[in-house]
């Protein structure tokens, strides 16, 4: 059993949570895919389960169709879709007889935050996961993760470094 099949089976059957989401994806991946994506890199690891119907009070398997080409589809574009590209891993299970696939997202460095879709910029692309919803980065949410980007590796000083430790690279 892989790690990611193990995540599966202590997440199936749970309700949508700050760590759990539920999406239909059964042709193609849809838009708001990518805002769980940007929410849970930005706020903290989550699982995005495709294949899954809200039926009254519980998400029902349905399956993705052609679970392989959904799933390059996912791993093609996760890279381009954002501004640094997010931690994630992903595979095609069963659950309930139905082909769906588990998708696992790892919080971004806060030196990366905010994560968001590149197209709309982070005000309109930037997300943060409140509950079981994504919801829109705000002005001080932004302004924050750039005050904390500060303490980077690459905005870091090197104590005790001197002019003399850098060396002229010529191209």
């Known amino acids: 059993m892989t790690e990611l099949e193990d995540i599966f089976k202590r997440t199936r059957g749970k309700r949508e949570s700050s760590t759990i989401e539920y999406k239909l994806c059964k042709l193609k991946l849809s838009k708001d895919l990518w805002e769980t994506v940007s929410a849970f890199s930005n706020t903290h ?31 093609s574009l996760v890279g381009q879709k954002f ?12 659950d309930e007889g139905k082909t769906v696939i588990l998708i696992e997202v790892k919080e971004a460095p806060v030196y ?30 932004i302004e924050r993760y750039y005050q904390a980007r500060m303490g980077s590796p690459d905005a870091t000083p090197v104590n005790d470094a001197t002019i003399d430790n850098l060396s002229l690279i010529h191209i």
């Open 112 to 141: 990366q935050k905010p994560v968001y879709i590149k197209d709309a910029g982070p005000i309109k692309g930037g997300f943060k996961r409140i509950g079981a919803s994504d919801v829109r980065l705000t002005d001080s949410d």
């Open 83 to 94: 501004n640094y590209c997010p931690l994630v891993r992903a595979d095609i299970l069963k």
């Open 45 to 75: 690891d989550g699982l995005i389960l495709l294949g899954y119907e809200r039926i009254k009070d519980r998400y029902v398997p349905v399956g993705v169709d052609n679970p392989s080409q959904v799933l390059d589809d996912f791993s």
